[in-house]
């Protein structure tokens, strides 16, 4: 393996400096072109079907609470018998939800977890040196506005309904983190996070060679979580 190295460097040297520049600008689009096909696209895809399930659950979460401020609405703080059951249920449907979101939630990386998980299998990789490792902010996935929601609401139903729509929004925790080494290990540290237990969702990957076959990646990873603690570095 050494030797062929050594021969694919001696021919690289024995080109003129356009030739170069061809052949860097051809190995970065195929290492590029790989990266989406093998891995990114895939993963993005998983990702996408799981976003779009805790989102309709979130829209169903939504609808139910609608229901049930209306009916506090029409029946003031002393509703009877029969809407009591009514509420009671609406509010059994929207708890399963909420465990549902949460069951979905336990295959996917604990944010607090993030960046000494990267750092993890960066060390078990050798190879590749790490430039930066950062969490960006947070973001909240869920479209609901309970204090624009219905102008009607009274103070106490509208702290309630912004209570219950902070609880059930879905927090999207993203790190971005840089690394410089050998393209190979480079496609070896992409395998080895993509092989975790965890699943972990990949929304950005950019090599860049400087020096063949040498170059930086920039990965961004991200998490789902239904807790909007984030800690920053």
Known sequence: ?????EKLLLRLDALNLRERVLVFSSVTLVVVFLLNVVLIDP???KQKMLSDQMKRDQAEIAKIQTEI???VRAHGEHPDKVNQEKLKKLQQEMEALRADLS???????PPQKMTAML??????NGRLRLVSLKNLPQVN????????????MDKSTSKTAARVAESGAIYQHAVEIVVYGNYLDVMNYLTALESMRWQLYWSKANFQIDSYPNGSLT???YTLSLDKTWLNL
Do not use: C, F
């Open 69 to 71: 401020q209306g009916k």
């Open 1 to 5: 393996m050494k030797q062929h190295w």
């Open 103 to 109: 069951s979905m939630q336990k295959n996917l990386v």
């Open 219 to 221: 990965l961004t990873v």
């Open 43 to 45: 993963a993005y895809r």
């Open 119 to 124: 750092e993890d299998i960066l060390k078990r």
């Open 141 to 152: 996935l869920n479209k609901l506005d309970p204090a624009k929601s219905d102008g009607s």
